[in-house]
């Protein structure tokens, strides 16, 4: 039983990050693989558990930053083509709005974990700036927001940045 105020993962999210890593041909190791057995998609998890199952990574790989981004954009492609991210999106730069808003990272996130907000976006210029205070890592957040805007089709060039502030991310589309 966990505390009301614990932050939580949805089974989903853990799911996506597994098949992610299965169509990457990323190995992740044994504890990866304990931390996903018996794993309900319907279900809420401890935030934790996603730590832990991130940072087997760490263990498998020395330079993990471009497998992270990597993750990240698998995980939004997934989501989009065999979730519900279809139904939801249809161009590339509503997944700004949705990701940052109240039902997009809220959809499998709860409890205290920071924010995910746009602070400005410019369609015309195809820029946008993301302020997060959230535990993820940045270079998994920069891959969910390229591959969120990649995944309708009508974008060709996504390039996310997080070289400044550690807490934004500058979107570049077009």
């Given at each position: 039983m966990t505390d009301e105020t614990e932050p939580m993962v949805h089974g989903t999210l853990m799911?996506?990050?597994?098949?992610?890593?299965?169509?990457?041909?990323?190995?992740?190791?044994r504890r990866a693989?304990?931390?996903?057995?018996?794993l309900d998609v319907?279900?809420?998890?401890?935030?934790?558990?996603?730590?832990?199952?991130?940072?087997?990574?760490?263990?498998?790989?020395?330079?993990?930053e471009p497998i992270r981004l990597k993750l990240g954009i698998e995980m939004m492609t997934l989501w989009y083509h065999r979730g519900?991210?279809?139904?939801?999106?249809?161009r590339g730069a509503d997944f700004l709005h949705f990701q940052t808003g109240s039902t997009g990272i809220a959809s499998v996130i709860r409890g205290p974990v920071?924010?995910?907000t746009l602070r400005e976006f410019d369609a015309a210029s195809g820029r946008a700036v993301v302020h997060s205070t959230t535990p993820f890592n940045r270079k998994i957040e920069?891959?969910?927001?390229?591959?969120?805007?990649?995944?309708?089709?009508?974008?060709?060039?996504?390039?996310?940045?997080?070289?400044?502030?550690?807490?934004?991310?500058?979107?570049?589309?077009h």
């Open positions: 799911a996506g990050f597994a098949q992610a890593c299965i169509n990457l041909n990323i190995v992740a190791g693989a304990d931390l996903l057995t018996d319907a279900r809420w998890y401890p935030l934790k558990r996603w730590f832990e199952l991130e940072q087997t990574l760490g263990a498998s790989y020395t330079d993990v519900p991210g279809r139904d939801i999106i249809r920071g924010s995910f920069c891959g969910v927001l390229i591959g969120g805007l990649l995944a309708p089709g009508d974008i060709d060039y996504v390039d996310v940045r997080n070289d400044g502030d550690p807490d934004l991310l500058i979107a570049e589309f």
